[in-house]
T-cell receptor, first 113, second 113 residues
Framework: DAMVIQNPRYQVTQFGKPVTLSCSQTLNHNVMYWYQQKSSQAPKLLFHYYDKDFNNEADTPDNFQSRRPNTSFCFLDIRSPGLGDAAMYLC????????????FGPGTRLLVL | GQNIDQPTEMTATEGAIVQINCTYQTSGFNGLFWYQQHAGEAPTFLSYNVLDGLEEKGRFSSFLSRSKGYSYLLLKELQMKDSASYLCAVRDAWNSGNTPLVFGKGTRLSVIA
């Protein structure tokens, strides 16, 4: 089945220790998104790629970086995680034309100790 | 600016009908989405409206009035498994293939016996 996959589902890291979250998709969608969602809050867009074009939200901290080496994969790098970065990180994809329904992966829950 | 409002919590009885409202103020409009999100899981797509009127899909229906900046999600024959958060999201630009969605904070629905 075509889908969006995120690994790992749960990630524990130490304060200040770099961590990378991964997302892959078999939908062959042009657009990939990374959202941060804290408890009882709306998903907050961090950045997105349209093909190789990177779009950073104005209020995304510099601590967050992203890479998209090919159509299928996208990575979220948190260079120096703080306690406030503990959250669910959601990857989503969309075709990039027309309706723009976004399809979400299962998410990675990050815990910072 | 962008603002999406929906009630924080709702409770309804199994077998009943519930309507979840969403109002939005965005600089543009190019579609409104409803997502269901169970606790600790990723959002899953429920419905999409871009024209005024009602879209029906099984037990779920979604309505849109663009002039009023208003939508609702109607859930019929409620089941216990419908207990979840329901997110309203708007795409606020015209004819743009990669404009991200703006999400509301979600309405937490509890279905009781």
């Amino acid at each position: 089945d075509a889908m969006v996959i995120q690994n790992p589902r749960y990630q524990v890291t130490q304060f200040g220790k770099p961590v990378t979250l991964s997302c892959s998709q078999t939908l062959n969608h042009n657009v990939m998104y990374w959202y941060q969602q804290k408890s009882s809050q709306a998903p907050k867009l961090l950045f997105h790629y349209y093909d190789k074009d990177f779009n950073n939200e104005a209020d995304t901290p510099d601590n967050f970086q992203s890479r998209r080496p090919n159509t299928s994969f996208c990575f979220l790098d948190i260079r120096s995680p703080g306690l406030g970065d503990a959250a669910m990180y959601l990857c989503a994809t969309s075709r990039g034309s027309g309706e723009e329904t976004q399809y979400f992966g299962p998410g990675t829950r990050l815990l910072v100790l | 600016g962008q603002n999406i409002d929906q009630p924080t919590e709702m409770t309804a009885t199994e077998g009943a009908i519930v309507q979840i409202n969403c109002t939005y103020q965005t600089s543009g409009f190019n579609g409104l989405f409803w997502y269901q999100q169970h606790a600790g899981e990723a959002p899953t797509f429920l419905s999409y409206n871009v024209l005024d009127g009602l879209e029906e899909k099984g037990r779920f229906s979604s309505f849109l009035s663009r002039s009023k900046g208003y939508s609702y999600l109607l859930l019929k024959e409620l089941q216990m498994k419908d207990s979840a958060s329901y997110l309203c999201a708007v795409r606020d630009a015209w004819n743009s293939g990669n404009t991200p969605l703006v999400f509301g904070k979600g309405t937490r629905l509890s279905v009781i016996a």
